[in-house]
């Protein structure tokens, strides 16, 4: 299998970047990982996210309904504000609270493990690369990469897409996970790192925890019907939130997709293809940065993925001034709106002959 690598014999970019950033922290005299406003952020969060639970079964139908709705929204502030900077080691200096704030993806229904591999170790390094980044794999269903193969449905993805999204959690925590699980590989690419016996204890035991909480439970209580509607109301929010933060970073019309030669070798250095291959969005939107954790300053992100989303407002002004010295494009969208709108013109691009 090819190996990937980067353009990386010099490194003017990334030197820049890192010397700016760097020179930042020294001046301001403060830490790198969270703040006090990141923790009372991620208390509010666990605190709708319980709230919104017991809901299930103090309200009466269609009102519980609501709460595994909005249930579905605080398990995707979970994920974007306490489990990603805690899987990126940036949610506190110590480690083990890195690891528990990394393991709530556990507790909300796929696996850490694997999304250290999927994520950390594969789409970062390799963003929009087909071969690697199983953010633009769809298993044919969707044509979001030009190195992909078109079919003639394709033509109409930018549209049956809206239907796929609220499926995307679903998919991704019983069919994505196994698969890693039994294949030891994300897209082309093995993992670096392969389950060791403690590892699968956890992924097996999380698994059963999941539908133990989520189905088993509350189907005790209140029903299988009611139970199984509420848990397709939770994962359609959960799912259309997952798909769109991650897509309009990466899947839109101003990102670019770059294809390694025959030798696996990518054209970029390492922070250039950052560059090309990711967009901020909504950057001056406060409620944006609160609720998806940053993750609207992903070009930041990509640069510095082991300094918390706290700073990200800060370094995007930093990325923008160096980037300007360099003579190299920060691809952005003003609002979320204008992203999506790019995103489903790619998308359109895409599906067309």
Known sequence: MTSLSHNNAQRPLQTALGNAVNGYFQQQNIAKTG??????????????????????????????????????FTTALVGFNIMHDG???????????????AHT?????????YWKQ???????????????DEDIEAFGLLRMSPDKPRHWFHRWQHIYVWALYPLTSLFWFFVLDFLAYFNQKIVDQEFSQKYQAKDSAIFWLSKAFYLTAYLFIPAHF????????????LHAVMGVLFAVVFQLAHVVDKTEFPQPDEHG?????WAAHQLA????????????????????????????????????PKLHKIVREVCAQENIEHREYPTVWQAIVGHVKH???MGQA
């Open 118 to 132: 999927k994520h950390n170790l594969n789409h970062h390094p390799y963003t929009n690369v087909a071969a690697a």
């Open 347 to 349: 998308l359109k691009s």
């Open 222 to 233: 209140l029903g299988w019907e009611t139970v199984i509607i509420g848990f397709l109301c």
């Open 277 to 312: 291959t990711t967009a901020d969005f909504a950057p001056k939107s406060k409620f944006t940065t609160w609720c998806v954790g940053g993750l609207n300053f992903q070009v930041e992100h990509h640069l510095f993925p082991r300094i918390s989303h706290t700073h990200y």
């Open 265 to 269: 070798n990518l054209p970029y250095e």
């Open 87 to 101: 899987a990126h080691g940036s949610f506190t200096k110590n480690k083990k609270i890195n690891s528990l704030a």
């Open 105 to 113: 993806f556990n507790i909300i229904g796929s696996n850490a493990f």
């Open 35 to 72: 703040d006090t406003a990141l923790y009372r952020k991620a208390t509010i969060i666990l605190f709708m996210h319980i709230t919104s639970y017991t809901c299930f079964f103090l309200l009466a139908e269609p009102y519980s309904w609501l709460a595994w709705a909005f249930h579905g």
